[in-house]
């Protein structure tokens, strides 16, 4: 496979937490749906407070993650064999830039839900794709939910699933599905 960069979810792709997030969404009055979606259609004042609920959920993830198992190793082979990295994640870029140097992770390269509609929307892997300097086709989007699936089939990229005992019915979205982060080796040396 002639993959030239990797953009990685960053929430249960990357790191892992027992920070869980249906109390959150409980909190911000979102029954069924994407919960960015349901904040975006209330009053400016309701967001506000919203958005400050999200806040607190990602300082909660802050405290409590650390890297998913092999990310580190990984990391040394796409470094050796050239491929860029990225992340793009439905969190504030602020939330990723905190977890990135608490755990010293070695990605620069970072699309918040500012910077660009947010995942399922296919911006933020062509907002990184232009960052990174590498076509479209050139990249591959992993991730642990359904929206990073959907984001990648959205901008027509090659999408993993780093599939768990809460993602595996989605297995038969992406294009690969891997149990582990190391497994993405296998693929890219295909």
């Not at 050796?80 to 992770?105: F, N, P």
Request: proline fraction near 4%; charge should be negative.
């Amino acid at each position: 496979m002639n993959i030239e960069a990797v953009a990685f979810d960053l929430d249960g792709t990357i790191t892992q937490t027992r920070v869980q997030f249906a109390p959150y969404k409980k909190r911000i009055g979102c029954k069924n749906g994407d919960v960015l979606e349901y904040i975006k259609k209330q009053d400016l004042d309701q967001q506000q407070g919203l958005y400050s609920i999200l806040d607190e959920y990602e300082y909660q993830i802050e405290k409590d993650c650390i890297l998913n198992d092999g990310f580190l190793d990984l990391m040394d082979f796409l470094n050796d064999t050239g491929i860029k990295t990225g992340i793009i994640t439905r969190a504030t870029r602020h939330h990723a830039r905190q977890v990135i140097q608490k755990l010293g992770i070695p990605i620069t390269h970072v699309i918040g839900r500012e910077d660009t509609d947010p995942k399922p929307s296919g911006k933020p892997l062509i907002h990184l794709s232009s960052l990174l300097k590498k076509p479209l086709h050139k990249l591959i989007c992993v991730g642990d939910f359904l929206w990073d699936i959907l984001a990648g089939k959205n901008a027509h990229v090659t999408t993993v699933l780093l599939a768990t005992d809460a993602t595996w019915k989605y297995i038969y979205l992406p294009d690969y599905v891997i149990y582990h982060l190391s497994s993405l080796k296998d693929i890219l040396e295909q």
